[in-house]
């Protein structure tokens, strides 16, 4: 498989449940990234990481816990999620330091619905 | 101030009309312009970069850089029914830091 695979594509949670997102990029991209996309706002950037060191954390609650194990996998791990949750969780990769030439590649996300 | 500003839209267009996609930013920082489009139910996908100021076609599609107004442009002629999608610009600073700033994303629809 190609490209940037995410899984789940859809997932439904309680509030008081505890799940992963993973991601899986097979480009040899040093960089991955999550971002949150909610309707009518830019992408809002969470985490990066750079060869498997977060670089950035952009003021995520910590319900909200990201694992970078290799420079190919990438989780978002989820527990007591609120409902302003619920958005599109888009995994991205990059070469680190060249990504304003060639940009990211993206994932078809996750939909998460906390109910 | 937002640093990326796009207007959501949505855009309604009659097939084979000339679309113009439009962002303003306010970091004169910025050097690397790019276009993504997202299909529903789809991640974003890079259609477009540019480098600094100027013009840059590939098909059917135009971007434009105006640094000088710090506007951003993506023209689609002769427009179709699959053009139909979520646009988004992005921009980055020279040697690009890992991180690119997205606008919201403009929807449109192109109708037969």
């Known amino acids: 498989e190609t490209g940037v695979t995410q899984t789940p594509r859809h997932l439904v949670m309680g509030m008081t449940n505890k799940k992963s997102l993973k991601c899986e990029q097979h480009l040899g991209h040093n960089a991955m990234y999550w971002y949150k996309q909610s309707a009518k706002k830019p992408l809002e950037l969470m985490f990066v990481?750079?060869?498997?060191?977060?670089?950035e954390n952009n003021s995520v609650p910590s319900r909200f816990s990201p694992e970078c194990p290799n420079s190919s996998h990438l989780f978002l791990h989820l527990h007591t999620l609120q409902p302003e949750d619920s958005a599109l969780y888009l995994c991205?990769?990059?070469?680190?330091?060249?990504?304003?030439?060639?940009?990211?590649?993206f994932g078809s996300g996750t939909r998460l619905t906390v109910v | 101030q937002k640093e990326v500003e796009q207007d959501p839209g949505p855009l309604s267009v009659p097939e084979g009309a000339i679309v113009s996609l439009n962002c303003t930013y306010s970091?004169?920082?910025?050097?690397?312009f790019m276009w993504y489009r997202q299909y529903s139910r789809k991640g974003p996908e890079l259609l477009m970069y540019t480098y600094s100021s100027g013009n840059k076609e590939d098909g059917r599609f135009t971007a434009q850089v105006d640094k000088s107004s710090k506007y951003i442009s993506l023209f689609i002629r002769d427009s179709q029914p699959s053009d139909s999608a979520t646009y988004l610009c992005?921009?980055?600073?020279?040697?690009?830091?890992?991180?690119?700033?997205f606008g919201a994303g403009t929807r449109l629809a192109v109708h037969p």
């Open positions: 990481y750079n060869f498997k060191e977060q670089t």
């Open positions: 991205a990769s990059s070469q680190a330091v060249r990504a304003g030439i060639y940009g990211y590649t």
């Open positions: 992005a921009m980055t600073f020279s040697g690009g830091y890992n991180k690119l700033i």
């Open positions: 970091n004169s920082a910025f050097q690397y």
